[in-house]
């Protein structure tokens, strides 16, 4: 299936971006395919939220774990879905004029998505992208 290895680079600082994509309960708000996340538990660096995603115009319900190592890496592990297996990697470096996001992912589709998902990767990439942009175009200026 689909890995991808891709670098976004954004105008805010590491701080304030890790925080906004951390946020998880108001992604929605942000990124339209999300369309609803639930904190299902908390435990130090990790939480385990169960998402409602519009995936490749399919809605999926997910089960999401997230490691987060406070400001430089989030890792997303789908623990169940249709993307069941899959990880995604944000690695959150500081630049001269802001942040770069190293985005590694490696998908694992099922069901009605495995039968496309060779054919979707540069959508995915695209997908991992605008979600950097939307939340870093969310951050006030002034707060950065």
Same mark, same amino acid.
Do not use: W
């Given at each position: 299936?689909?890995?991808?290895? #891709?670098?976004?680079?954004?105008?805010?600082? *590491? $701080?304030?971006?890790?925080?906004? %994509?951390?946020?998880?309960?108001?992604? *929605?708000? %942000? !990124? *339209?395919? %999300?369309?609803?996340?639930? &904190?299902?538990?908390?435990?130090?660096?990790?939480? &385990?939220? =169960?998402?409602?995603?519009?995936?490749?115009? #399919?809605?999926?319900?997910?089960?999401?774990?997230?490691?987060?190592?406070?400001?430089?890496?989030? !890792?997303? $592990? &789908?623990?169940?879905?249709?993307?069941?297996?899959?990880?995604?990697?944000?690695?959150? $470096?500081?630049?001269?004029?802001?942040?770069?996001?190293? %985005?590694?992912?490696?998908?694992? !589709?099922?069901?009605?998505?495995?039968?496309?998902?060779?054919?979707?990767?540069?959508?995915?990439?695209?997908? !991992?992208?605008?979600?950097?942009? =939307?939340?870093? @175009?969310?951050? @006030?200026?002034?707060?950065?």
């Amino acid at each position: 299936m689909p890995k991808i290895s #891709h670098v976004v680079d954004v105008f805010v600082t *590491p $701080e304030k971006l890790f925080e906004k %994509i951390t946020d998880f309960e108001n992604i *929605p708000k %942000i !990124l *339209p395919n %999300i369309k609803s996340v639930k &904190i299902i538990s908390t435990n130090d660096n990790v939480v &385990i939220t =169960e998402d409602e995603v519009l995936l490749m115009g #399919h809605n999926s319900i997910q089960q999401v774990k997230h490691t987060m190592d406070k400001p430089n890496r989030h !890792l997303a $592990e &789908i623990l169940s879905g249709d993307a069941e297996g899959s990880v995604i990697e944000q690695i959150f $470096e500081k630049t001269e004029d802001g942040t770069s996001v190293k %985005i590694n992912a490696d998908f694992k !589709l099922k069901g009605k998505l495995k039968l496309i998902g060779f054919m979707v990767k540069n959508k995915i990439k695209f997908g !991992l992208e605008t979600a950097i942009y =939307e939340c870093a @175009d969310s951050i @006030d200026e002034s707060d950065s």
